[in-house]
Structures are given as C-alpha cells and as structure tokens.
C-alpha cells in the first residue's frame, strides 16, 4: 500500500464521519482541519512537488508539432539551450511535473539582465502547465518561472536562449549553420530534423537557408564570469569555509585561499552583490568590489579578506591577559589648568606612574575576567577585577593647593579588588572590514581610603574626593586594555 492510500485509509477509519481524500487522481483535498494535519504527516513523502521537464513545443505546417528539449539544469549566463525556429505567434512552453497540478500562483519573464520582458499566457492541465510567450525579442536569453505551483513554495525555472538561426545550437549564428541548413535543404520537417525548419513550413527550404545567412554574426549576450580571490582564510574543516552568495548564482563554499569562481556564467548587462551568507569559525571575511553590472568582460576583481573574528579575538585577548596577571600603564599626562595631571610645574612628566593592576587571583577572589557574549547586539560585555597600586605618586594639580602627589592603593581597602565593566562591540570600518569599538567604562569598588593625598601641608587638607581618581584610573585602565587588544585584533 502506498503512503496515500496509507494515509487515506486510517483517516477514513479515524474520521469516519468526514469525507477524507489524501492525494487523489486530481490532487484535491477536501479535508477538515485535523484530518488534513494527519494527512500531511502520512503524505509529507510522496507530495513533494518536482519538475522533471521542459519543451519548446512548434507547429511545422502539415509535417505536425515538434518538441525541442530544454536543459532545466543551466543558469541564464552558461551555455544553455537555443530555439533556433522563428517565432510564428510566439513561443509555446510545457513545464512537466511528477504530480498533477491544480494552480499557478503567478509567472515571471525575465531577461539577462534581469528585467521583466514580453508576455505569457498560463494554462494548467494534469501535470502539465503551457507557457505562451509572446513579444519576447530575438537574441534574447530568458528564465521563465512559475510561482507558488499547487500553491506550495515552490518555483519552477526554466533558462533558454532565443536565436533564430542557430541550427547547431552554440549561441551564434555563423556559417556552420548555414553549411547545415544547405545540407538538408529539401528535406521535410521529421524528428531527426525538424530544427532545421527554421520558418516552420515542414520543410527545410531556401528560405531557410536565407534566414541564417540573414543573421549570420548575430549572437546570444555574452557570459560573463564571476570571481576573485580570498586571502587569511584559515579552513579546516567544513565550518572553517566561508560561504559567499549572489544573486543569480549558487552559494559557493570555499575552504582555501587563492581565486575563486562562481559556477554558472552571466550575461552581459546582469547585476551581481556578493556577500558572505556564513562565516568561518571564529574568523570574520569581508568582500571588497562586491556589487556591480556586467560589462563587456567578465568580473575577477572580488577581494574576500580574512581573519580573525573581532570579538573571538577580543576575548582570547582578554583571557590571555587574565592569565599573564599584571596590566601596566603610565599615566598620560594633562598639562594646564589648576587641576593638571602628571605636569609638575607646568612640565610634561614623561614617565608618570604607572598604574599597576594585579590580576593574579588569591584565595577568595571573585573571577578575574567575566566575558558576556551579546551575540544579537554584537558585542561582548567586560568584567575585570583586580588590586590597583600607582608604583608612584602621581603629580596632581589640586585647587588652592597647588602641586601634590596621588597614590592609590586597593589592596588594604575594605574591598581589595576594584572592579571595571566595559563593552567591546564590532563595527565596519569605512573600507568594509569588521573592528573592534571600545565602550565607556565604568569603575566601582575604589574607595576614599585606598587614595591619598602627600605633598605640601595644604595638600594635605585638601579634598579631592573620588572623582578624578576615578576618572584618571579609567581612562589608564581601558586605555591599557585597548593596547593589548588591539596589538593582535582588529581595532577602530
């Protein structure tokens, strides 16, 4: 028993009140809702929808109608099948399915560049639909497609090449055919050669003969290639290949650097947009030169470059630091102004510092980096802590005070780490490439007793309060994180 009448026989059983038809000789259904959910389960393998064939169907005065085969397995811009015969009142299509067909959602005509062309008339019949084309030009490359057949997701395509003339089929006109068409020349129109009939009389004549001599140069737009070259691409793997796409072509893998090259062919005057549909893991590939129109030659100056993945990157980065421990940096100096920074009497101190932040954990420590993955935002959420210590007072302006010296020491606080949260995201920089894009920080956990103030007696009264502390130890800290990450990652 077949999976139809599988299906159709236990939904009669379970629905026994409910007429249930499951893929019958006219593909109706004529189901209530939950008799048709079980019917889909059961007929899910046997109604998928397939198109097995296309002809160009031709009448040849009495001789009778002749059927030209139409290879459905070429793109628009490859070496396709030609219609070599005029086209009397237009061009008659039959599309053949495995299945019977009940409706057309909708067609489309287009040429190789894409544009809609000419007209058709759509007719449907057992598991057969007859395309009629009309007013679509000689010299022409089309793709015909059917839409939503039986009302499913499905899209029929057909790609063909008109070009009257061209017995020997090549996509050019030129005198070989016409050495074939004298070959034949009184010869009726029967299966063996009714191409040759180019005027459709039912038998190849003079005027055949002259109607290629008539077009002879003329040919179909050129193909055109697609391609370029990858560099950085690590591989490995079938998630280690980058997979780029464009409209018009298949999605091309690709697992080693060098040239590459789409495989169908395109027509001159044809739009194409490559982009990267899938990335390799833990790298990022960027297209250079990706978009543009078809010229009189074909494209191979795509550049696809490579490497790492900014945030993967970012985080390695990140770990690595963890486990090196210390993260040192001196302090920049700020020159002018009663509230100057590393600037002793108005002179840029040019080694200032550092700030040493010591990430090396100890018994009872919190975790000393947290990385938080916000993959819909693209970016990675930062929590570092660590003991902070100036290896030396730094010179500090401070309002009616005058010149004094700032330390900082977390480890005797009530708190011995201090905590900084920042963000890292990617972003594409003009040129296109993906980099890394430092947020603000945010400092916690450093307080009034691990600063001091030294120097005169009115330094020493002076209030600072936590402010500038905390300003001067951010900025030096993600300052100094953007330094390590950015000598192996891609920054902005």
């Known amino acids: 028993m077949n999976t139809n009448s599988l299906s159709q026989s236990l939904l009669s059983f379970l629905f026994r009140h409910r007429q249930v038809r499951c893929g019958t000789a006219a593909n109706a259904r004529t189901l209530h809702w939950l008799p048709m959910v079980f019917c889909a389960l059961f007929s899910a393998a046997s109604d998928s929808l397939t198109l097995t064939g296309v002809i160009s169907r031709k009448t040849h005065g009495t001789a009778g109608s002749f059927d030209l085969p139409i290879d459905i397995t070429r793109s628009i811009g490859g070496a396709l099948t030609v219609e070599p015969r005029a086209s009397a009142a237009g061009h008659t299509l039959l599309f053949t399915f495995d299945q019977p067909i009940t409706s057309i959602g909708g067609y489309a005509i287009r040429d190789e560049t894409g544009l809609d062309i000419g007209s058709a008339s759509v007719i449907g019949g057992s598991n057969m639909v007859q395309v009629t084309l009309t007013a679509v030009p000689d010299r022409k490359r089309v793709t015909v497609h059917l839409f939503n057949v039986n009302n499913e997701q499905f899209e029929a395509v057909a790609a063909m090449g008109f070009l009257v003339g061209d017995v020997n089929i090549t996509g050019a006109v030129d005198a070989l055919d016409v050495a074939q068409l004298k070959s034949r020349s009184g010869q009726p129109a029967v299966v063996a050669n009714f191409m040759y009939d180019v005027n459709l009389t039912g038998l190849t004549s003079a005027a055949d003969i002259v109607a290629a001599k008539n077009r002879s140069g003329r ?11 990858v560099s950085g691409l690590l591989g490995g793997g079938i998630m280690g290949n980058v997979v780029l796409q464009s409209n018009g072509a298949p999605d091309l893998s690709i697992s080693s650097n060098g040239a590459f090259s789409f495989v169908p062919a395109f027509a001159q005057g044809a739009s194409y947009n490559v982009t990267v549909r899938r990335q390799p893991t833990g790298q990022t590939c960027t297209v250079s030169n990706g978009a543009g129109t078809f010229a009189a030659a074909s494209v191979s100056d795509i550049i696809v470059t490579c490497g790492p993945d900014p945030l993967t990157c970012a985080t390695s980065a990140l770990q690595a630091l963890a486990t090196a421990g210390t993260l040192s940096r001196d302090v920049a100096p700020q ?10 009497g108005g002179v840029a101190q040019a080694m200032c510092g550092p700030l040493v932040n010591n990430l ?3 018994a009872g420590d919190l975790p000393r980096l947290a990385v938080v993955p916000q993959t819909a935002n693209g970016r990675i959420d930062v929590t570092m802590r660590s003991r902070l210590l100036s290896a030396a007072a730094l010179p500090i302006g401070v309002p009616l005070a005058g010149d004094c010296l700032l330390s900082i020491n977390s480890a005797p606080g009530t708190a011995a780490d201090v905590k900084y949260d920042f963000s ?3 972003s594409i920089a003009p040129n296109g490439t993906a980099r890394l894009q430092f947020g603000g920080i945010v400092l916690s956990q450093l ?7 030294g120097g005169s007696f009115a330094c020493q009264l002076a209030a600072v309060g936590l402010t500038r502390p905390i300003g001067i130890v951010g900025l030096n800290f993600i300052e100094a994180i953007k330094a390590h990450v950015c000598n192996s990652c891609p920054c902005l």
């Open 335 to 344: 020159c002018g102004g009663s509230e100057s920074l590393c600037c002793p």
């Open 219 to 229: 040919a179909l737009p050129a193909a055109r290639t697609l391609g370029g070259s």
């Open 447 to 453: 307080t009034s007793n691990d600063v001091s103030i």
């Open 360 to 362: 090396t954990a100890q």
């Open 424 to 426: 890292i995201s990617e």
